[in-house]
């Protein structure tokens, strides 16, 4: 994969990367040694499961030194969106298969997930008006805000697959 | 999810959560009938946000709801002791600019007798 070599060579030169640069998952894990190993759990059950999942990532995040801001918007983005995985790609219905990975490098905490439900892509996120007093439309909006990167792609045989990525703070300095 | 009133001399109420809580989606459904509640019963609200680890956009849109039942009623809705990872969910839509949020109950409840 071109972007693990390229990630390879930049610290073999010892140039660090941009931390825009758009890194792959696959370059990520083991780009460095203080990189976490991607942790991956899977979920089938509805809204109660959210605060476990949350529970976990709070977790890691933490043993990891996360800038406490960091953690808790990694934490309400990953809520967002697995209650609109719930909402939207199963519609309430159960069991609601969910793969969720995190993978905590040390300029950036990279969350996956994915179902196997109906077809997910947002065309656009607009920025909610406050004055207006919408009781909804916030969770996009959230996540969009939150993380850095944000892609929605189809998954292989059915669902999407999420991935987002939160630059630490330390990688923002 | 367990709430405790405190009724004021003026009208208006304390409203606190009993216990350590996360506001979302799982809770949501009894939030929202909660708030309901409040927002037929009371026109003064003081929220007590002490025992409050989290809040989601869903419950945003509660409060948003209980906001907009006292705005149309002439009433008055103060958010007090928010910790930092629920007041960033207020500030990143800016729905800070319309809530009216306190560092403490006391100062809530002081600022509820304001005009």
Known sequence: ???????????????????????????????AEETMAAEQRHFDGGVEQIGRVRGWFGERLGQAGVESADIDAVLLALTEAYTNVLRHAYEGKLPAPLDVELEIAPDAVFVALRDQGKAFQPTGVTEPEPEELAEGG??????????????YAPADPAGTVLRMKKLRATARR | MRTARRELSNGGVVVSFDGEVALDAATNEALREELTQLGNGYERIVVDF????????????????LLRRLNQKGGALRLAALRPGVRMVFEVTRLDRVFATAATVAEAEASLNEP
């Open chain 1, 1 to 31: 994969m071109p972007q693990a070599i390229m990630s390879a060579i930049l610290l073999q030169s010892g140039l660090t990367p941009k931390s825009h640069d758009r890194r792959g998952r696959s370059a990520a894990a083991g780009a």
């Open chain 1, 138 to 151: 916030y969770g996009l909006f959230l996540i969009a805000s939150l993380m850095d990167e944000v892609s």
């Open chain 2, 50 to 65: 002490t025992n409050v680890t989290f809040l989601d956009s869903s419950a945003l849109g509660a409060f948003v709801g």
